[in-house]
């Protein structure tokens, strides 16, 4: 297939185009920027291009030829508002309507479009809520256009920002001040949720449906950080903040550029970010368990 895969830079679409190239797809990613993109350029079917996506008419322009759309596009931090934050607006809900408008002019048949576990209009954050406009935007393109739709926990693999950020933060500091210690997570594997993508291609079953992708095993934040602080070799002290501390924690890092946390964050940890009773992957895929992976990127070099 021919597949514009947006969002295509960053650390999941990096691990999904290397798989759309391994089953032998042609990859063209737009960035706003070359530079955060051109590590693709070594696969040699993919094709990079510096693009404003939120141009309608450079998107359908995109789509040209295309049998498939891939929307990886997302951010962590979109402001403060109601129903959701300015940048959360513009990112993950503008953004699918312009995707669905131009894939019906350019004639694209296949749409899979990347949400977020706990997707909801009613969840208590921006990045939630606007997560489940989006979904919804995607789900009202009419036929002949097939959308699947993905909800992972969060994601793990070498270039996360998850476990990465708290082994990093554990070499830096003697302790850990932790928010919302308890909150709940079910890592899933990077390279799980691209085989998801890429097994969804080829199966009609999955025309119109969404998935939630987990894997096999739930953890707290505080055992997550503790994990992370082992593997790497600098385990530290992991002390949990009352809400009110953690609040004004996340406040305060607003006002830092590339903020590790921001209060809608706090909001979004509040909702259990695990998967249904025994589910894990759709297409029979197997989950792969965290510590099977985690050390291979997180352990010093021997
Ligand atoms: N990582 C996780 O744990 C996790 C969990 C659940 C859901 N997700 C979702 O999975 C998707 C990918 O996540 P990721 O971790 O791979 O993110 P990432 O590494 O931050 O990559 C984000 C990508 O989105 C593009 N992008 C960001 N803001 C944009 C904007 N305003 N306009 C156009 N493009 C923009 C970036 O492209 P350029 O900078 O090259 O333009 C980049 O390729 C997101 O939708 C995220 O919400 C991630």
């Known amino acids: 297939m021919n597949i514009l895969l947006l969002g295509?830079?960053?650390?999941?679409?990096?691990?999904?185009?290397?798989?759309?190239y391994k089953d032998g797809h042609d990859v063209h990613v737009p960035t706003r920027r070359y530079e955060r993109a051109r590590h693709l350029l070594m696969l040699p079917t993919a094709t990079v291009e510096e693009a404003d996506?939120?141009?309608?008419?450079?998107?359908?322009?995109?789509?040209?030829?295309?049998?498939?759309?891939?929307?990886?596009?997302g951010i962590l931090k979109g402001g403060e508002g109601s129903?959701?934050?300015?940048?959360?607006?513009?990112?993950?809900?503008?953004?699918?309507?312009?995707?669905?408008?131009?894939?019906?002019?350019?004639?694209?048949?296949?749409l899979l479009h990347m949400s977020a576990l706990g997707a909801d209009a009613r969840a208590p954050s921006g990045y939630l809520r606007s997560k489940a406009a989006g979904e919804a935007a995607a789900f009202a393109v009419p036929p002949p256009i097939a959308v699947t739709?993905?909800?992972?926990?969060?994601?793990?693999?070498?270039?996360?920002?998850?476990?990465?950020?708290?082994?990093r933060l554990q070499k830096l500091f003697p302790?850990?001040?932790?928010?919302?210690?308890?909150?709940?997570f079910q890592p899933v594997w990077v390279e799980d949720v691209a085989a998801a993508f890429t097994a969804s291609l080829a199966r009609q079953e999955s025309w119109g449906r969404s998935y939630e992708l987990c894997g096999p095993h739930r953890y707290t934040l505080r055992q997550l950080v503790a994990y992370a602080g082992r593997v790497s070799g600098h385990p530290r002290l992991?002390?949990?903040?009352?809400?009110?501390?953690?609040r004004l924690q996340a406040m305060a890092m607003e006002f830092i550029p590339g903020a590790?946390?921001?209060?809608?964050?706090?909001?979004?940890?509040?909702?259990?970010?695990?998967?249904?009773?025994?589910?894990?992957?759709?297409?029979?895929?197997?989950?792969?368990?965290?510590?099977?992976?985690?050390?291979?990127?997180?352990?010093?070099?021997?």
């Open 83 to 110: 129903p959701y934050g300015r940048g959360f607006a513009w990112a993950h809900v503008e953004l699918p309507k312009k995707i669905v408008r131009a894939a019906q002019r350019a004639g694209v048949r296949r």
């Open 149 to 167: 739709v993905f909800r992972p926990s969060v994601v793990f693999g070498r270039g996360d920002s998850f476990l990465a950020l708290f082994a």
């Open 238 to 246: 992991v002390i949990g903040l009352p809400d009110a501390v953690a």
């Open 53 to 73: 996506v939120h141009d309608e008419h450079r998107l359908e322009l995109l789509m040209d030829g295309k049998d498939a759309v891939i929307n990886l596009v």
């Open 175 to 184: 302790i850990v001040p932790l928010a919302c210690p308890r909150a709940r």
């Open 260 to 302: 590790p946390l921001t209060r809608d964050n706090l909001r979004s940890m509040q909702v259990p970010n695990i998967c249904e009773d025994g589910c894990t992957l759709p297409f029979g895929l197997t989950a792969t368990p965290l510590e099977a992976v985690a050390p291979t990127y997180l352990a010093p070099p021997a």
């Open 8 to 20: 295509g830079s960053g650390f999941i679409g990096t691990c999904l185009a290397e798989r759309l």
